[in-house]
């Protein structure tokens, strides 16, 4: 099929889905998961949204630029680093230590003072918002609306389909979506995903809830993964 679908657009350019199932004989949740495996190749473009979407065959990748000199290793100091805890909402802070005993020995030696960056870690909430079809959401939200999205456009997905487009690996604690009853068991005593009946999500053969607890880091991989099955969003 992927054959078939590239000698088409060749000749067709800008082509919607219904030109491509008109033309390969392919349509519904087949040409879905074909097309987003051929985007995610690098094989295809889209432009638009939803039903206006149109797929083109991408463009050839110009010449690699040449990788960039190593950059030499700072010097380590006897300082101990707190690593970026991304679950808690911390971010990273440049510094400069230095290390004064071995500067004091090294100016003695007539050598320059020893100085080395290290990382700490500050609590910063990200308040980023994102817009999607139009409408503004929170990180939490945002992955709400794009799975309604995904289903409201295959309405026959099964949950394990809709598992295969939005792995449990983009929010290995809690998935991304769980089954009511065992989102419930997850979260205990507090709640990590959307109970609401307005958030809830039907698909084919099951009802499912998504999860709340969604850090800068862990959204920007959810729509990386989001884009690579024709989702358009970008930050408001």
Same mark, same amino acid.
């Given at each position: 099929m992927n054959e078939q679908l590239i000698e088409f657009l060749k000749g067709t350019p800008n082509s919607n889905k219904a030109a491509i199932t008109a033309a390969i004989e392919v349509k519904g949740l087949p040409l879905f998961n074909l097309l987003k495996k051929m985007l995610m190749?690098?094989?295809?473009?889209? &432009?638009?949204?939803?039903?206006?979407?149109?797929?083109?065959?991408?463009e050839p990748q110009s010449e690699e630029q040449p990788i960039a000199e190593e950059a030499p290793q700072p010097v380590v100091v006897s300082e101990e680093?707190?690593?970026?805890?991304?679950?808690?909402?911390?971010?990273?802070?440049?510094?400069?230590?230095?290390?004064?005993?071995a500067n004091e020995e090294n100016k003695e030696k007539g050598q320059?003072?020893?100085?080395a960056t290290a990382t700490k870690?500050?609590?910063?909430?990200?308040?980023?918002?994102?817009?999607?079809?139009?409408?503004?959401?929170?990180?939490?939200? &945002?992955?709400?609306?794009?799975?309604?999205?995904?289903?409201? &456009?295959n309405p026959s997905t099964t949950f394990a389909q809709l598992k295969e487009l939005f792995p449990d690996t983009l929010m290995k604690r809690f998935g991304v979506f769980e089954e009511i009853k065992k989102a419930k068991e997850i979260s205990g005593t507090r709640d990590r995903y959307f109970f609401k009946e307005e958030d809830v999500i039907k698909l084919a053969d099951k009802k499912v809830v998504i999860c709340s607890q969604w850090t800068a880091g862990l959204i920007a991989e959810f729509i990386k993964t989001a884009k690579t099955n024709g989702l358009k969003i970008k930050e408001a």
């Open positions: 190749d690098g094989q295809i473009t889209s &432009l638009g949204e939803g039903n206006e979407t149109t797929y083109s065959l991408a680093v707190q690593v970026t805890n991304e679950q808690a909402g911390q971010v990273e802070q440049t510094v400069t230590v230095v290390d004064e005993a320059q003072d020893i100085k870690s500050t609590t910063s909430r990200d308040n980023t918002k994102y817009v999607f079809e139009k409408e503004t959401y929170g990180k939490g939200k &945002l992955v709400v609306a794009c799975l309604k999205k995904i289903v409201e &456009l």
